[in-house]
C-alpha cells in the first residue's frame, strides 16, 4: 500500500485524515490539521503532492479518535509496562521512534495533555492535536481490533502522585483522618468537591474534641484536595466552609 492507499484505508472507516511531510511537518501552504478529511475525493487531491510523505489522523471530534501517544525517548515504555494490563483492546502502531500510539474512541470531555502531565513519557493527543499513522510508512499495525472505549481512569486531569511536601500532625486521631484522606482521594470526577465538603465536616467533628486543630484540619483538605485536580483556591474555600460548619 502507498499513502494514498493508507489515507484512503483510513478514510473509509471514518477517520478524517491529512498530509504530512517525512520531517512530520504539514506541506508548505497547507492548513495542516484543518484539512483533514474522509472524503476520497478530497484525499486524492490533498495526497497528489509528491512531499505528502506521511499520514497524519485529526485525533479528537475529527475523526472520532483519540491517541494515547507512549514515548519511548521520555520512558513512556515504563509506564506502559506498569499499565498495559489496564488497557482494552483497541487499534495500536508502532511509532518511528520505537514508541507506542494507542488509538481509542474520543469522549467529548476528552482534552490534549502533553507529555509528563498524566504519566512519565505519556501523551494524550486529542481535538486540535493530530497523531502520525505510521503504518503509512512501513511501521507495523500491534493491534488492528476496533477502537475501544476510552477508559474512566485515563481522563484527565489525572491524579497527581501523592506529594510529600505535607505531613499530617500526629494526633490520637490519626486513622479517622487517613480513612478521610482515602475517601477523597477515591472521588471520581463530578463528587471531589462534595467528598472533601463532607470530609471536612467530619473533621471538624474532630477539631471539636481538641484532638486536631482547625488550621491544621483546612491545611490537610486543601492539600488533599490538590492532590486531586482541584483548584488550590477551590479545596481552601470548600475546607474553610466545612470546618466554619457553613458552606460559602
Not at 509506564?79 to 521512534?97: C, D, F, I, V
Request: glycine share 8%.
Amino acid at each position: 500500500m502507498n499513502t494514498l492507499d493508507h489515507a484512503l484505508d483510513l478514510a473509509a472507516r471514518g477517520i478524517a485524515v491529512f498530509p504530512m511531510t517525512g520531517a512530520k511537518t504539514p506541506l508548505k501552504d497547507s492548513h495542516g490539521v484543518h484539512d483533514a478529511s474522509a472524503n476520497p475525493a478530497r484525499l486524492t487531491e490533498l495526497f497528489a503532492d509528491r512531499r505528502a510523505e506521511l499520514v497524519a489522523i485529526a485525533t479528537g471530534t475529527p475523526s472520532g479518535l483519540s491517541v494515547l501517544d507512549i514515548d519511548r525517548q521520555h520512558d513512556g515504555l515504563i509506564w506502559w509496562q506498569a499499565n498495559r494490563h489496564r488497557m482494552p483492546a483497541t487499534l495500536a502502531w508502532r511509532t518511528r521512534s520505537g514508541g507506542l500510539h494507542i488509538a481509542m474512541k474520543h469522549r467529548p470531555e476528552l482534552r490534549t495533555v502533553a507529555i509528563g502531565q498524566i504519566g512519565t513519557g505519556i501523551e494524550i493527543r486529542s481535538t486540535g492535536s493530530s497523531a502520525i499513522y505510521w503504518p503509512s510508512a512501513g511501521f507495523p499495525v500491534l493491534c488492528n481490533a476496533s477502537p475501544a472505549d476510552w477508559p474512566d481512569w485515563l481522563l484527565p486531569p489525572p491524579k497527581p502522585a501523592p506529594a510529600a511536601s505535607y505531613a499530617p500532625p500526629r494526633v490520637a486521631d490519626d486513622v479517622a483522618i487517613g480513612r478521610l484522606i482515602r475517601f477523597v482521594t477515591e472521588a471520581g470526577q463530578g463528587e471531589r468537591n462534595r467528598r472533601l465538603y463532607w470530609a471536612g465536616c467530619r473533621m471538624r467533628e474532630l477539631a471539636g474534641t481538641g484532638t486536631l486543630s482547625r488550621r491544621d484540619a483546612v491545611s490537610i483538605l486543601t492539600e488533599t484536595g490538590a492532590r486531586i485536580g482541584l483548584d488550590r483556591q477551590e479545596a481552601n474555600r470548600t475546607a474553610r466552609s466545612a470546618i466554619e460548619g457553613a458552606r460559602s
